[in-house]
Every structure is written in C-alpha cells, then in structure tokens.
C-alpha cells in the first residue's frame, strides 16, 4: 500500500552507463518531484512535473531526462553516469503544485552508487 | 533568494526537550515544515505552519515561528531514542511551487 514507491532502492553501476530510475504514486496527486541527496545530506530539487508536464527544470546536466508517462508515474534516466552522480535519489509528490499547505509525500529513495 | 539555513548537530539527554532552530531569507514564505528522516528512509512530514501563524503544537512537539527575524524552530518535549534522526527544516511559496530544504539537524540522544 505504499504511496510513493521507487526502484530500485539500491543501484551500482560503472562510470559511463545508463541507468533509470522509477517512481510511482497511488495518491491521486498532480504534481511529482526528484530530489537528489548528497553525501553531507543537502537536499537540491532537479525537476517537478504537474500533470505530465514539465514545470520546473533546475540547472542540470542534459544527461538527466526526466519523463512522466501519466501524473501517477515520473521516471528519471541518466545517460553516462560519473562518479558525482551518486547520491541518493528521492521521488516526491504533492495533490497541486501552488499549494503546498501539506508538503510532499517522499518515496524511501534509491541509493546510487557508481565506481 | 533562497536560503534555509541550520545548525548541522544537535545532542541532548534522554527526557530532556529538543530545541532545533532554523533560518530563512526569503520573506514571502508561506508555508515552512519539519520533515524528519530516520537511517536509510525517506523524508517524514513532522508538521508545518502557515506564515501567519506564530505557533503550532502538536501533542510532543511545539513549532515558533518569528517572521520578523525569520526563524522557525521545532521543540520536541520529553525526546526519546525513537527521535534520533535528521530534521529538515523548509520553505515553500505558492508562486515558485516547490519547497526548499535546509541541510538537516542531525539529533542524537545521550542515555
């Protein structure tokens, strides 16, 4: 009964692959969210996506490509991974995007790790 | 601009209260959060508070707000070994539609 589920919860992979991650909330909300997490804690929002579309897109490399097949799902690709993209990767999401009265509902994460 | 700042550690006794404050420069705020993350989990709402409130308690925990020097703080009364965590705090405004997050107060309680 989980409401923001991601997976994988753990991922390693090498220098200069290609990886996703997924995320899927069963709570109706409109608007979906990544977050990456460094190692000192510091959360830093990449992308938020309000019905399928894109709304907010902070400085990040083209390397990340955010997609949302529907409002219920908001997948992340990186393409030619290195070594200061690993962090851990949270899903967020909320019932709009302007009212933020009750915050976000946050997925458990998924932990990246490239060598 | 955009800034939520915290003090990086906090330990107290067991039984005793919490207090872990927070800053934040941007004054057109509207509403800021608790969020608190236990190891390997991901962020947990604690409470928040609507920038026209000054106060909000909520059974263990009281939440300040002073929007004048734009500090929130968070009091957990009688802290337990089930509050170790790392506590956010954050801001949102309705019109950039996203909550920004502080770097976390990582509390540790002393036997």
């Known amino acids: 009964d989980t409401a923001v589920s991601q997976t994988p919860k753990y991922l390693v992979t090498q220098m200069g692959n290609d990886k996703s991650i997924k995320c899927e909330q069963n709570?109706?909300?409109?608007?979906m969210y990544w977050y990456k997490q460094d190692s000192k804690k510091f959360l830093k929002i990449m992308f938020s996506?309000?019905?399928?579309?894109?709304?907010i897109n902070e400085t990040v490399p083209n390397r990340f490509s955010p997609k949302s097949p529907d409002k219920a799902h908001l997948n992340l690709h990186i393409n030619s991974l290195e070594l200061g993209d690993s962090a851990v990767y949270f899903c967020a999401s909320s019932p709009t995007a302007s009212h933020l009265n009750y915050g976000y509902t946050f997925g458990s994460g998924t932990r990246l790790t490239v060598v | 601009g955009e800034d939520v700042e915290q003090s990086l550690f906090l330990s107290v006794r067991e039984g005793d209260s919490s207090v872990i404050n927070c800053t934040y420069t941007?004054?057109?705020?509207?509403?800021l959060y608790w969020y608190k993350q236990e190891p390997g989990a991901g962020l947990q709402l604690l409470t928040y508070i609507f920038s026209n409130m000054d106060m909000k308690q909520d059974q263990r925990l009281t939440v300040l707000l002073n929007k004048k020097d734009k500090h929130l703080s968070l009091r957990i009364a009688d802290t337990q070994t089930g509050d170790s965590a790392i506590y956010f705090c954050?801001?949102?405004?309705?019109?950039?539609?996203?909550?920004?997050f502080g770097s976390g107060t990582r509390l540790s309680i002393r036997p």
């Open positions: 709570l109706g909300h409109d608007t």
């Open positions: 954050a801001e949102s405004m309705s019109s950039a539609s996203k909550i920004i």
């Open positions: 996506y309000n019905n399928k579309e894109l709304i």
């Open positions: 941007d004054s057109s705020s509207t509403y």
